[in-house]
Every structure is written in structure tokens, then in C-alpha cells.
């Protein structure tokens, strides 16, 4: 609130500029001290992760959860019949707007060490006879880096926001629409190149920990010891119950992510796995 | 390949790996409240383990990472087609006593980066770019100096990586690597490609960016990058893996950064299998929703 009020402050000043710059170096400085400091307390520890998790199933799963609960409703005609045709949509259709964000549990022991190994779909791959294209990469790299050149060059001052208040046709990081003709890509139809299976293996360090204690307890010596006690399991696969996933195609984590929002047990089990059963809670 | 005519048998499988973490401060036996690195611990609780212990918030020993690669060499490595590496190959600088250099960083990394190579390298080949499983790497926010900020290149940091990474960034993308420290690699040629993307470009938390709205920021270039790239491995009919250490969610990203690279996954749906991160150390995911990103940004 004071910064708020300082800047308000200062926006009616006379060297409105300068001011605004102090003022967004004031909430530089203080977001990066805070940032610093964070990481010198904290450390690898995790701290709110539970809290973090939460907000993800209640923003992000929640929407889709709604999403999911609306097309339902539509189809068993509990919702009114005049909507009926601009609402709903195929569950294809709901699924293409998104894409999947994987994000890997660590080697460090934040929480149990861990990695993973993803299958994927090789079938027709012996039949994939695509012509490459005459251009080398040489040419192509060459090239990118012309237009690159020439796109910093050219207004170099220029904001596309800022100074047209609306976007400009020149704004080459906004992509064009996907053409029609295009089919949909591995992420979402099983094909060559769709993944189906991933194996989370993990190190679970406190039973690791205690063998390898054990170990030199009986005399072995620490190498020894080291070598037998220390392994990677595996934690679960996508294929394991509760949740098992018959694929991993989009449309598989859209209908989890809303089973999850529904099912308390399910979201037990996959906040367990989140934290690479470590057993962590805040 | 049809570059070397050389063979390859498929596994149909690939390997991701992150935040490996490594201290070479690390001590065995030392105090947890310490960062593991001195003095005597407490209690048993207190005392750090060989391998570490989960939740307590030291770093990887480095008999951490050099056995979870032993074990990987003993037990996937035969039978994966490539390696997708997220980065944060050094300890966090979270110890007043020993503050993290830039030397440090880059001293771990290149160290990290020849385990990797030795690892998944074909021993049989003369050549240091041949490898039985490719391996992509990307940056991670704690291989950076200072931490968390990176700016566009050429700096000596993007020189360093590509000097740390030179085996895994394929040649003839040498001088674009050194604007971005991002790049493409084959891992089947002519037919699937990972796309390691320097993810700190997008980041909230690099001082150095602001948006992705500004030709003169970094994630402007590097949506530039990124779009250029993808039309091309769309017309050559190449399928691609997204990857890089910082997680493409809204809490990461600057708005319009997240927005644009949201667009362009979901543009480029006929192609993209998928996007794989580190960074947050949690083993989850987040559906990310390419209408609403269009919504937003044409109101913005």
C-alpha cells in the first residue's frame, strides 16, 4: 500500500519520469531482495509445496473440472435446450485448446530423488517417407539469423503495445492460426511419436540410508557399501492404478486433471507422487 | 541418418533428467542446519547422510550424482534413444560462508556436462559427436551468474555454454546459439527433434525482462527463435519435444511472455508431442490453455 501511495504520489509530480522509473526501481530492488533472501534461508527445502499443489488442482484442474461437469450436463440435457448447440462441443474439440506442461520431480533431495523414462510410439516409422526439404540447416540458420538481425534493427525503440495501443501485424512472436488441412499432431491422436507409457524411478534415501549403515555395520567397507545400498526403484508408471492412464495423449490429462478435482483419494494418491514419495506435508 | 549412414536401433524410449544439484562443499556427517557443508550435527537428525536426505534442504552430494549416473549407465542407458537434460547442475547459493562464484557454476557445469558425455557418448567413434542416446541440455536459473539473470547474447556466458556444450549444440548452430543459448537437435534425423529453449528469457525473475512485447527484450528474440524454428520443422514434416528448465505457467512467466509461448504450442498442435521442464522439483502437470491465451492477448 505504501509503495502504491508513493507512486500515486509521484505520478503527479513534476518529473513524472523520473519518478516513475525510482519508483519501478523500488519494487525491483525489493522483489529481488526478497527473492535473494528466500533462496539464502531456504535453500533446497521445500516449503508450501502442499499449498502450491492445492492451488493448482483449484485453479487449473477446477477449470477443466467445470469444463467437463458443463459438456456432461449438455449431453444428459440438463441445461437448456436453446444453448444446446452453441455449448456443446466434442471432447475432441474441449482437448485441443490445451497442451500439457510436464513438470519433473528433481535429482536433488528436495524431496526423494527422481527421473523418468518416457515410451513412445515407434509404429510406422519404417513407412514415414517424407522428402526432406533441398534446404541445409546451414542455409536455414544463416538465414535465421538475418532476420533476427534485421528485425532488431529495424525500430529498434519500438514497442508494439506501448506506443500503437493496439497490437501491430508486425509482431512477429504472435503466431498464425494452425491451417485447416493440417491434422492434429502426436499430442493429441495416437501416431508415431505419441508417448504411451512413462516409468518414475526414484531414490527412496532414508531406506537407502539405513542399508548402507547397515552395511558397515557388517564390515563392509564404505565403496562396498555404497554400491549395494544404493539404488533407483521404480516409484509407479502411468499405467499404475489409482489413476492408470491407458495413454498419454492431452486428452488423457484433461480427463485426469478432472477426476483428480472430484476424487479425494486419487488426489491423495497423486500428491504423494507429486512429492516423490517422500511422505512431505507442510 | 542419412548425414553419417550410419544405423541405429530404436527403443522407442528417452530419458529426463533434472536438477541433479551437485556440491562439492557437501559433507558427509555434517550438520543438515549447516547446508551439509560443516560442523558437527546436533542429533541424528541433524547428521547429512551420504546420499542426502529428502526434505531437509541441503543440496546433492556429489556421490549423489555421480551414483545416480552409475546407475543409470548400469540400467537405462542401453536402452533409451536420447537424454532430455533440464539443467540446475550446480549448488544453490544459500550459504553466507561460501558464496556461489561464477567460476564455481561454469567449473560444475563443464564437469557435468563431460560425466554426461562419457555416459551416453559412442565410445565406439572418433567423432565427440556421436552418441548412442543424443543428449539435449538447457539452462537452468542456478547455472546462470548472477542468479537468475541472463542477458541476450553474445556474452562470455552464452560463449561458455556453447564452449561447456559444444558436443550437444549441433555446429551449424553455433552463432545462433550464441544469441540465445537455445537450439535444436535431431535425435532422430529428418524426424523428431528436441527443442532446448532458454527459458530464463521468459522468466519473472531474470531483472531482465519485462515482457515479450519489446523487439529490444530477450524473450521477443527468442519467441522469434522459437517461431522461425517451428514453421521450419513443420515443413520439413519433423515432429518436436519442447524443453527447458523453467516450467511455461503463468507464476514463471512475465504475462505476455507466457501468453505468446502458450500461442505458439497451441498453433503448432499438428507437431509439438510435448513440453518438458524442471525447475520446480515437483512431480506434476498443468494443462495450458492456447484460446484463452489468444482471448487475452486480444484484449490486452
Given at each position: 500500500?505504501?509503495?502504491?501511495?508513493?507512486?500515486?504520489?509521484?505520478?503527479?509530480?513534476d518529473?513524472?519520469?523520473?519518478?516513475?522509473?525510482?519508483?519501478?526501481?523500488?519494487?525491483?530492488?525489493?522483489d529481488?531482495?526478497m527473492c535473494?533472501?528466500?533462496?539464502?534461508?531456504?535453500?533446497?527445502?521445500?516449503?508450501?509445496?502442499?499449498?502450491?499443489?492445492?492451488?493448482?488442482?483449484?485453479?487449473?484442474?477446477?477449470?477443466i473440472?467445470?469444463?467437463?461437469?458443463?459438456?456432461?450436463?449438455?449431453?444428459?440435457?440438463?441445461?437448456?435446450?436453446?444453448?444446446?448447440?452453441?455449448?456443446?462441443?466434442?471432447?475432441?474439440?474441449?482437448?485441443?485448446?490445451?497442451?500439457?506442461?510436464?513438470i519433473?520431480?528433481?535429482?536433488?533431495?528436495?524431496?526423494?530423488?527422481?527421473?523418468?523414462?518416457?515410451?513412445?510410439n515407434l509404429?510406422?516409422?519404417?513407412?514415414?517417407?517424407?522428402?526432406?526439404?533441398?534446404?541445409?540447416?546451414?542455409?536455414?540458420?544463416q538465414?535465421l539469423?538475418?532476420?533476427?538481425?534485421?528485425?532488431?534493427?529495424?525500430?529498434?525503440d519500438?514497442?508494439?503495445?506501448?506506443?500503437?495501443?493496439?497490437?501491430?501485424?508486425n509482431?512477429?512472436?504472435l503466431?498464425?492460426?494452425?491451417?485447416?488441412n493440417?491434422?492434429?499432431?502426436?499430442?493429441?491422436?495416437?501416431?508415431?511419436?505419441?508417448?504411451?507409457?512413462?516409468?518414475?524411478?526414484?531414490?527412496?534415501?532414508?531406506?537407502?540410508?539405513?542399508?548402507?549403515?547397515?552395511?558397515?555395520?557388517?564390515?563392509?567397507?564404505?565403496?562396498?557399501?555404497?554400491?549395494?545400498?544404493?539404488?533407483?526403484?521404480?516409484?509407479?508408471?502411468?499405467?499404475?492404478?489409482?489413476?492408470?492412464?491407458?495413454?498419454?495423449?492431452?486428452?488423457?490429462?484433461?480427463?485426469?486433471?478432472?477426476?483428480?478435482?472430484?476424487?479425494?483419494?486419487?488426489?491423495?494418491?497423486?500428491?504423494?507422487?507429486?512429492?516423490?514419495?517422500?511422505?512431505?506435508?507442510? | 541418418?542419412?548425414q553419417?549412414?550410419?544405423?541405429?536401433?530404436?527403443?522407442?524410449?528417452?530419458?529426463?533428467?533434472?536438477?541433479?544439484?551437485?556440491?562439492?562443499?557437501?559433507?558427509?556427517?555434517?550438520?543438515?542446519?549447516?547446508?551439509c557443508?560443516?560442523?558437527?550435527?546436533?542429533?541424528?537428525?541433524?547428521?547429512?547422510?551420504?546420499?542426502?536426505?529428502?526434505?531437509?534442504?541441503c543440496?546433492?552430494?556429489?556421490?549423489?550424482?555421480d551414483?545416480?549416473?552409475?546407475?543409470?549407465?548400469?540400467?537405462?542407458?542401453?536402452?533409451?534413444?536420447f537424454?532430455?537434460?533440464?539443467?540446475?547442475?550446480?549448488?544453490?547459493?544459500?550459504?553466507?560462508?561460501?558464496?556461489?562464484?561464477?567460476?564455481?557454476?561454469?567449473?560444475?557445469?563443464?564437469?557435468?556436462?563431460?560425466?554426461?558425455?562419457?555416459?551416453?557418448?559412442?565410445?565406439?567413434?572418433?567423432?565427440?559427436?556421436?552418441?548412442?542416446?543424443?543428449?539435449?541440455?538447457?539452462?537452468?536459473?542456478?547455472?546462470?551468474?548472477?542468479?537468475?539473470?541472463?542477458?541476450?547474447?553474445?556474452?562470455?556466458?552464452?560463449?561458455?555454454?556453447?564452449?561447456?556444450w559444444?558436443?550437444?549444440?549441433?555446429?551449424?548452430?553455433?552463432?545462433?546459439?550464441?544469441?540465445?543459448?537455445?537450439?535444436?537437435?535431431?535425435?532422430?534425423?529428418?524426424?523428431?527433434?528436441?527443442?532446448?529453449?532458454?527459458?530464463?528469457?521468459?522468466?519473472?525473475?531474470?531483472?531482465?525482462?519485462?515482457?515479450?512485447?519489446?523487439?529490444?527484450?530477450?524473450?521477443?528474440?527468442?519467441?522469434?527463435?522459437?517461431?522461425?524454428?517451428?514453421?521450419?520443422?513443420?515443413?520439413?514434416?519433423?515432429?518436436?519435444?519442447?524443453?527447458?528448465?523453467?516450467?511455461?505457467?503463468?507464476?514463471?512467466?512475465a504475462?505476455?511472455?507466457?501468453?505468446?509461448?502458450?500461442?505458439?504450442?497451441?498453433?503448432?498442435?499438428?507437431?509439438?508431442?510435448?513440453?518438458?521442464?524442471?525447475?520446480?522439483?515437483m512431480?506434476?502437470?498443468?494443462?495450458?490453455?492456447?484460446?484463452?491465451?489468444?482471448?487475452?492477448?486480444?484484449?490486452?
Open positions: 500500500e505504501q509503495l502504491n501511495g508513493a507512486s500515486l504520489y509521484k505520478s503527479y509530480s518529473n513524472e519520469a523520473d519518478a516513475e522509473v525510482a519508483d519501478d526501481d523500488d519494487d525491483f530492488f525489493l529481488h531482495a535473494a533472501s528466500e533462496t539464502h534461508l531456504l535453500g533446497a527445502k521445500p516449503v508450501q509445496k502442499e499449498s502450491y499443489m492445492n492451488s493448482v488442482k483449484n485453479v487449473f484442474y477446477q477449470k473440472f467445470d469444463k467437463f461437469e458443463d459438456q456432461e450436463a449438455y449431453q444428459t440435457g440438463k441445461r437448456k435446450r436453446k444453448n444446446l448447440r452453441k455449448k456443446r462441443k466434442s471432447m475432441e474439440k474441449l482437448c485441443e485448446r490445451y497442451s500439457i506442461v510436464q519433473a520431480g528433481s535429482v536433488i533431495p528436495t524431496f526423494n530423488p527422481g527421473f523418468r523414462i518416457w515410451e513412445y509404429t510406422g516409422i519404417d513407412n514415414d517417407d517424407q522428402l526432406l526439404r533441398a534446404q541445409s540447416w546451414d542455409k536455414f540458420y538465414n539469423e538475418r532476420i533476427m538481425d534485421n528485425d532488431v534493427r529495424i525500430d529498434e519500438y514497442s508494439i503495445v506501448e506506443i500503437t495501443g493496439k497490437r501491430s501485424k509482431d512477429k512472436t503466431p498464425a492460426k494452425k491451417p485447416k493440417l491434422p492434429l499432431g502426436p499430442a493429441h491422436v495416437a501416431q508415431l511419436f505419441s508417448p504411451t507409457k512413462f516409468i518414475q524411478y526414484f531414490a527412496d534415501l532414508s531406506e537407502i540410508d539405513k542399508q548402507y549403515k547397515d552395511l558397515l555395520k557388517q564390515g563392509k567397507n564404505a565403496s562396498e557399501a555404497a554400491d549395494f545400498a544404493f539404488k533407483y526403484k521404480v516409484e509407479y508408471t502411468s499405467q499404475d492404478e489409482p489413476y492408470a492412464l491407458g495413454g498419454l495423449l492431452v486428452k488423457d490429462y484433461i480427463s485426469l486433471a478432472s477426476k483428480l478435482v472430484s476424487d479425494k483419494k486419487l488426489w491423495k494418491k497423486f500428491l504423494e507422487r507429486a512429492f516423490i514419495s517422500s511422505g512431505y506435508k507442510d | 541418418d542419412s553419417t549412414g550410419k544405423e541405429k536401433k530404436l527403443h522407442g524410449r528417452f530419458l529426463h533428467i533434472t536438477d541433479i544439484h551437485p556440491d562439492s562443499h557437501y559433507r558427509e556427517g555434517s550438520s543438515i542446519d549447516k547446508q557443508h560443516r560442523d558437527k550435527p546436533e542429533d541424528k537428525k541433524d547428521r547429512a547422510p551420504r546420499f542426502g536426505r529428502a526434505c531437509a534442504g543440496d546433492g552430494s556429489v556421490d549423489l550424482m551414483y545416480t549416473l552409475k546407475w543409470i549407465k548400469e540400467n537405462v542407458r542401453d536402452e533409451i534413444d537424454v532430455i537434460w533440464t539443467g540446475d547442475n550446480v549448488r544453490h547459493d544459500n550459504d553466507r560462508q561460501i558464496p556461489r562464484t561464477e567460476f564455481e557454476i561454469l567449473d560444475m557445469n563443464e564437469v557435468l556436462a563431460q560425466k554426461m558425455h562419457s555416459l551416453f557418448c559412442d565410445h565406439e567413434s572418433n567423432n565427440p559427436r556421436d552418441f548412442d542416446a543424443m543428449v539435449v541440455p538447457s539452462l537452468g536459473n542456478n547455472d546462470v551468474f548472477p542468479h537468475n539473470l541472463f542477458a541476450m547474447g553474445p556474452t562470455l556466458q552464452t560463449r561458455e555454454y556453447y564452449r561447456i559444444n558436443t550437444f549444440v549441433p555446429q551449424e548452430q553455433q552463432r545462433i546459439f550464441d544469441r540465445s543459448a537455445s537450439f535444436v537437435t535431431e535425435v532422430i534425423p529428418g524426424k523428431l527433434a528436441v527443442i532446448s529453449i532458454n527459458t530464463l528469457f521468459l522468466f519473472k525473475s531474470n531483472p531482465l525482462v519485462d515482457n515479450c512485447d519489446s523487439k529490444k527484450q530477450p524473450g521477443y528474440q527468442l519467441l522469434v527463435w522459437l517461431g522461425n524454428i517451428l514453421q521450419e520443422m513443420r515443413e520439413r514434416g519433423i515432429k518436436v519435444w519442447l524443453s527447458g528448465h523453467v516450467p511455461a505457467i503463468p507464476k514463471n512467466y504475462d505476455s511472455c507466457y501468453d505468446k509461448f502458450t500461442l505458439w504450442t497451441y498453433e503448432y498442435r499438428d507437431i509439438i508431442i510435448g513440453s518438458l521442464y524442471g525447475h520446480m522439483n512431480d506434476h502437470f498443468i494443462p495450458a490453455d492456447g484460446k484463452k491465451s489468444w482471448k487475452i492477448i486480444n484484449e490486452r
